[in-house]
């Protein structure tokens, strides 16, 4: 299994404006997975990716998927301060690990 | 909807004692995943079960053991506490392996060892 990991780890921006996070990976995958983890609680799916798909959106959420580069980016358009979270990105060999995710703060 | 029970939410245990954790998983998920998060620092996994068999093995310590029942339902034990197991376990459960579709994930057990 090898685990996604993020860039920037922190990242600090205004309400409205768009967030971008990156994910860089290892090996083949099946799919990349985003979650986001509000402090101290259960991580939340946020959208699936598959290898053979490029871009996918939901609501305001838009990620890419390079599979030539071995990255993923997650973008969240104008943002909310409820968007302040941790995001992780998931790379699945048989099994889920998570890397080292990126802490979003977005402020009002 | 039904969603991933952790049990208990807090447990606190003293240095050398022995921890429970429980999980059960959505309905009809036949796997499981167990992760350690400890203070400001991202999910560890540990173990992971399929159908009811040891899928994957990560970063768990030997003091620590884990099983997946009949029911599916997973306890992770954990013996010789030390002040370093303080930390958020989560357990998560899929439908199938990760590989074909998400996570979906407790609300965790805190354990603070004293």
């Known amino acids: 299994s090898q685990q996604g990991e993020e860039d920037p780890q922190a990242l600090s921006i205004q309400e409205g404006e768009n967030a971008t996070m990156n994910c860089s990976y290892k090996?083949?995958?099946?799919?990349l997975q985003w979650y986001r983890q509000n402090s101290g609680r259960g991580l939340v799916h946020l959208i699936l990716?598959?290898?053979?798909?490029r871009e996918k959106h939901s609501g305001r959420l838009r990620v890419t998927l390079d599979t030539s580069k071995k990255s993923s980016s997650l973008l969240i358009t104008a943002s909310r301060a409820a968007d302040t979270a941790s995001y992780f990105c998931a790379t699945v060999d048989n099994d889920m690990r998570f890397g080292a995710g990126t802490r979003l703060t977005v402020k009002p | 909807a039904a969603g991933v029970i952790q049990s208990p939410r807090h447990l606190i245990k003293e240095k050398r004692e022995t921890a429970t954790l429980k999980c059960y998983p959505i309905?009809?998920?036949?796997?499981v995943y167990w992760y350690q998060q400890g203070p400001g620092q991202d999910p560890q996994f540990l173990i992971s079960f399929y159908e009811k068999m040891q899928s994957d093995k990560g970063s768990i310590p030997d003091r620590f053991s884990a099983q997946q029942f009949s029911d599916y339902h997973s306890e992770l034990n954990m013996s010789s506490l030390e002040l370093g197991d303080s930390a958020l376990y989560f357990c998560a459960s899929s439908l199938g392996r990760g590989n074909t579709g998400e996570l979906f994930f407790g609300e965790g057990s805190r354990l603070t060892v004293l």
């Open positions: 090996t083949s995958i099946n799919n």
């Open positions: 990716i598959r290898s053979n798909e």
């Open positions: 309905p009809r998920h036949d796997t």
